[in-house]
């Protein structure tokens, strides 16, 4: 959606998308967690050529005092693009986008937090994109949601994102940044799975009631696996601890 330039050939003749992928495939994922020595949790997670830092600090006392809450934490989240990220240089300072994404992904962590557990504190989340190619919010949302797990703070579930879209009619998993520039919907997700809840949902572009329902369910395939890596990911640190 509003690409720039002539629209390259989305899906080849094969079915197979313009970098070689089959409709319902995802990206190659990697995930590690515990990469930041100052933060108290923390995660490194990469979709293709979409990488994404997150850190977290806390819980901790809320700062300034005015933001605390008696009966809860207040998570907080900053969603920054480095201005290397993308193909032209990205101003550093934080652009309505960001801001809005910050809520956004915040919105998405929120309901699998256990936030009553540590009133008058703050959770503090900074997500750092350090190589921008689509799906960064989603991407972020699994990182933080990993980084929250490495500090240790109790959550009722991991959470899990990927966006579908549309490329030349057809629906696609996890879209890059040439997808979302030329095709014709994108639909980031996230969901706790075991939870058995969807925590984000958002449609930009135009899909009918049926490539909703069955883009819904492509998504949540997506998630799954995600989730799964995720689950590995922290199971191979505590291994690891062990093993020490
Ligand atoms: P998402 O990254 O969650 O897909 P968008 O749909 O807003 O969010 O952005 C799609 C892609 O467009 C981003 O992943 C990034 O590759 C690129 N992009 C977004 N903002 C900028 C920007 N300010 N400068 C250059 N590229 C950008």
Same mark, same amino acid.
């Given at each position: 959606?509003?690409? +720039?330039?002539?629209?390259?050939?989305?899906? !080849?003749?094969?079915?197979?998308?313009?970098?070689?992928?089959?409709?319902?495939?995802?990206? @190659?994922? #990697?995930?590690?967690?515990?990469?930041? +020595?100052?933060?108290?949790?923390? *995660?490194?997670?990469?979709?293709? #050529?979409?990488?994404?830092? &997150?850190?977290?600090?806390? @819980?901790?006392?809320?700062?300034?005092?005015?933001?605390? =809450? /008696?009966?809860?934490?207040?998570?907080?989240?900053?969603?920054?693009?480095?201005?290397?990220?993308?193909?032209?240089?990205?101003?550093?300072? @934080? =652009?309505?986008?960001?801001?809005? %994404?910050? +809520? $956004?992904?915040?919105?998405? %962590?929120?309901?699998?937090?256990?936030?009553? !557990?540590?009133?008058?504190?703050?959770?503090?989340?900074?997500?750092?994109?350090?190589?921008?190619?689509?799906?960064?919010?989603?991407?972020?949302?699994?990182?933080?949601?990993?980084? %929250?797990?490495?500090?240790?703070?109790?959550?009722?579930?991991?959470?899990?994102?990927? *966006?579908?879209?549309?490329?030349?009619?057809?629906?696609?998993?996890?879209?890059?940044?040439?997808?979302?520039?030329?095709?014709?919907?994108? !639909?980031?997700? &996230?969901? *706790? /799975? =075991?939870?058995?809840?969807?925590?984000?949902?958002?449609?930009?572009?135009?899909?009918? !009631?049926?490539?909703?329902?069955?883009?819904?369910? %492509? *998504?949540?395939?997506?998630?799954?696996?995600?989730?799964?890596?995720?689950?590995?990911?922290? #199971?191979?640190?505590?291994?690891? $601890?062990?093993?020490?």
């Amino acid at each position: 959606m509003g690409g +720039k330039g002539e629209k390259p050939k989305l899906i !080849m003749e094969d079915g197979k998308r313009h970098d070689g992928r089959l409709p319902d495939e995802l990206r @190659p994922i #990697k995930m590690e967690i515990g990469v930041l +020595k100052n933060a108290d949790g923390s *995660a490194y997670v990469e979709f293709g #050529k979409t990488r994404v830092v &997150a850190a977290v600090y806390g @819980p901790r006392e809320a700062q300034p005092k005015h933001i605390a =809450s /008696p009966y809860r934490a207040v998570l907080r989240c900053r969603y920054h693009m480095a201005p290397f990220s993308t193909d032209e240089r990205k101003s550093p300072a @934080p =652009s309505r986008r960001e801001i809005e %994404l910050s +809520k $956004v992904i915040r919105e998405a %962590l929120e309901p699998v937090v256990m936030t009553e !557990m540590f009133p008058r504190t703050s959770i503090d989340i900074f997500i750092e994109v350090i190589s921008a190619d689509g799906g960064t919010r989603t991407t972020s949302v699994t990182a933080a949601s990993l980084a %929250l797990a490495d500090a240790g703070i109790p959550m009722k579930d991991l959470v899990a994102a990927v *966006a579908v879209g549309k490329a030349d009619g057809v629906l696609v998993l996890d879209i890059d940044q040439v997808e979302d520039n030329y095709g014709e919907a994108d !639909m980031p997700v &996230a969901a *706790a /799975p =075991s939870l058995n809840e969807i925590t984000l949902l958002q449609l930009n572009g135009v899909l009918s !009631m049926n490539e909703f329902k069955e883009g819904l369910s %492509l *998504a949540l395939k997506g998630i799954g696996e995600i989730y799964k890596i995720q689950k590995e990911t922290l #199971k191979n640190k505590y291994l690891q $601890v062990e093993g020490e």
